[in-house]
């Protein structure tokens, strides 16, 4: 079982940057691939980003290639979106994900799931 707990959302101008959080409660959190979603207004839920069980391999959604990065510390059970040169299309709730084994950049093969963090940007 795993719980995971998004913070760092909020409103931000055109250009800026956000750092969002997210804290897990798994016994053993490097046994987790972790990925970042995100559901803007009326929309699917979408691929932003994922990350391997040990940090070394990430992936990117089109859009957010070269702006955002994805990291985690083990040791505090916490992955990070670094998000950069924010843009009003990157309004939306950003969910924090977690599953066992290899990482996905499917929204199906992910079974934990955090309550999501909104984050809007302005023009």
């Known amino acids: 079982q795993v719980q995971l707990v998004e913070t760092g959302g909020g409103l931000v101008q055109a250009g800026g940057s956000l750092r969002l959080s997210c804290a897990a409660s798994?016994?053993?959190?490097?046994?987790?691939?972790m990925g970042w979603f995100r559901q803007p207004p009326g929309k699917e839920r979408e691929f932003v980003a994922a990350?391997?069980?040990?940090?070394?391999?990430?992936s990117y959604g089109d859009s957010v290639k070269g702006r955002f990065t994805i990291s985690r510390d083990n040791a505090k059970n916490t992955v990070f979106l670094q998000m950069n040169s924010l843009q009003p299309e990157d309004t939306a709730v950003y969910y924090c994900?977690?599953?066992?084994?290899?990482?996905?950049?499917?929204?199906?093969?992910?079974?934990?799931w955090g309550q999501g963090t909104q984050v809007t940007v302005s023009s």
């Open positions: 798994a016994r053993t959190f490097s046994a987790y691939a």
């Open positions: 994900a977690a599953r066992g084994g290899t990482y996905s950049l499917r929204v199906d093969d992910y079974g934990y």
């Open positions: 990350i391997t069980r040990g940090g070394a391999i990430a």
